[in-house]
């Protein structure tokens, strides 16, 4: 198994007015109950890095769920300030291998982010490549490296150049898993889409 599942939910989604897009319902759930759900038995623990003020909704929607906050700082501060929280969060709980992803990503699966992790080795990251774009999120990092690539790159740099800090192996991969839920209009067309499936 991998040892935490980071899921960065504390950007401020515009397309969704006022509404929390972690909190945004896909098939009848809340997105971010999903991509816990879907992602829990590749992974030994849940980290949920978000703002302050989004941790009481989060926790109300993960009532089964072990989950530890890794709460940003400053909030807004960018992804990599989040991905950085939350590998934070990860290796005080031990882990040394993370699977990070966004609140909006519940398309992704178990079987998917261990076949990535089974290609790991020695290196720090495992980026999926989908139609030639790396994929920062839905990577499997090794914790402690990536901690010092984000301290390199700093809070309001680009994920990609946390990436290049790192020794990385590729991984082809469908885009399909890695999409976005990030728009209303992918909202109504990711719930009609799996409404009819049985989520594991």
């Not at 109300?60 to 992804?79: K, S, Y």
């Not at 301290?151 to 790192?166: H, I, K, N, T």
């Amino acid at each position: 198994m991998i040892g935490a599942l980071v899921v960065v939910a504390g950007g401020r989604s515009r397309r969704f007015g006022d509404r929390e897009k972690a909190l945004v319902h896909v098939a009848g759930r809340p997105m971010v109950a999903l991509v816990v759900e879907r992602l829990a038995s590749a992974v030994e623990r849940t980290v949920i890095n978000c703002r302050a003020d989004q941790r009481p909704a989060i926790a109300d929607v993960l009532p089964e769920r072990a989950v530890r906050f890794a709460i940003d700082p400053t909030p807004d501060a960018g992804p990599v300030a989040g991905l950085s929280t939350g590998l934070s969060a990860a290796a005080d709980a031990g882990a040394d291998r993370a699977v990070v992803v966004g609140c909006d990503m519940p398309w992704l699966d178990a079987a998917t982010v261990c076949a990535l992790a089974t290609r790991l080795g020695d290196a720090d990251v495992v980026v999926p490549v989908a139609e030639e774009r790396r994929q920062p999120f839905g990577a499997v990092y090794r914790v402690s490296p990536t901690l010092a690539a984000c301290e390199s790159v700093g809070a309001d740099g680009r994920m990609l150049a946390v990436l290049d800090r790192l020794d990385a192996v590729e991984a082809s991969v469908p885009p399909a898993p890695f999409a976005s839920v990030d728009t209303p209009a992918a909202v109504t067309d990711a719930s009609k889409a799996l409404a009819e499936r049985t989520w594991q």
